[in-house]
């Protein structure tokens, strides 16, 4: 039977192939047609690769006895009686539920109900007073989040966007997306200095990734734009477009409707459905647009002084009477 040691060095040797791997596709997704059939052979490798990671995966976690008992297999996040307090007050308060892989998960409540504090926890940008931030990453392997350091909760498949738009104004929009996919190298640091051939290689597959991210989102047109001066709504698509560059399993979105008239809204919406689809993901938000709220989520929970008041479907939530009292106005 094969070491722990052993298992993880073959676990890192099939991850890194993988990656390797899916900058070949992104390359190929920028080329003609006649590229297809090559395509479809790297897809299939990929395929086989995954698979033997899984089993590797399987059998660490039979070794080590792993935490993966603690989530259910379609279960991608898992709150457990989380609380955060500063000094004598309770932001989260005791606060536990589930998010189910590939759904659009709802956090709503009134302003000051705890749900930025919600996500700022589970990105570890405030380490919790207590509880538990239970996740399945990218490699199907359950985490406790809490262990991780904020600048590397991303590698686990994590990423956000936040209330303001986080743009870097001196660049291009296209320009963006290639900052936020440094992820996706693996060429060092004299690799970029000499631009080796692995660097071009792997500045091709980032940039290929960038343009059918920016078709993707119907950012094309402006590519070569400069932030300062676009309309708000196209600003928080370019956001919305640079997450999908660090390849996510769970997008958390901080009220990505906020500052949008209804047309915006509803290209928003269409664009966060095509992305839950098309991409994959998982997608959790706060939202103060109840119509887009009702609309989008497939499971809402509803918080107020940072207890939760219902979990649901968008039907049980609006029928939901203490909902309807502390955030919707009652009756």
């Known amino acids: 039977m094969a070491t722990l040691k052993e298992i993880n060095q073959e676990i890192a040797k099939l991850k890194k192939q993988l990656s390797h791997l ?19 052979q790297l897809q299939q490798t990929i395929k086989q ?31 457990e009686n989380l609380t955060m307090k ?5 932001a989260v308060d005791n606060l536990s539920f589930d998010v189910k892989k590939g759904e659009v998960f709802g956090l709503i409540g009134p302003n000051g109900a705890g749900k930025t504090t919600v996500f700022n926890c589970i990105t570890q940008f405030y380490k919790a007073t207590s509880g538990n931030v239970i996740y399945r990453n990218k490699d199907n392997d359950v985490v406790d989040l809490g262990k991780f350091k904020v600048h590397n909760v991303i590698k686990e498949g994590i990423v956000r966007t936040f209330q303001n738009v986080e743009l870097i104004w001196e660049l291009s929009i296209l320009e963006n997306l290639l900052i936020a996919g440094h992820t996706l190298y693996h060429a060092n640091f004299f690799d970029h200095v000499l631009k080796t051939r692995r660097y071009r290689k792997e500045e091709k597959a980032v940039r290929a990734r960038a343009m059918k991210v920016l078709s993707d989102v119907g950012l094309t047109p402006y590519m070569h ?14 956001e919305l477009a640079r997450t999908l560059m660090t390849e996510p399993k769970l997008i958390i979105l901080d009220e990505p ?50 207890k939760q008041l219902a979990i649901g479907t968008p039907a049980e939530i609006k029928q939901n009477k203490a909902v309807q009292e502390a955030y919707l106005g009652g009756e």
């Open 257 to 306: 409707a906020a500052g949008l008239n209804d047309q915006e809204t509803s290209k928003l919406t269409e664009t966060i459905r095509k992305i839950q689809k098309d991409y994959d993901c998982t997608i959790f938000l706060v939202e103060h647009d109840m119509g887009l709220v009702m609309k989008l989520c497939d499971t809402i929970c509803a918080i107020s002084f940072g």
């Open 49 to 79: 690769l995954k698979s033997q990671l899984d089993e590797k995966l399987v059998e660490k976690t039979s070794l080590l006895g792993s935490d993966s008992s603690k989530l259910d297999d379609n279960v991608i996040l898992r709150l």
């Open 22 to 40: 899916k900058l070949d596709v992104y390359a190929l997704e920028a080329t003609p047609n006649q590229k297809e059939a090559e395509k479809e």
């Open 225 to 238: 734009a400069y932030p300062l001066g676009l309309p708000y709504g196209t600003l928080k698509l370019v």
């Open 86 to 90: 500063f000094g004598g007050l309770v």
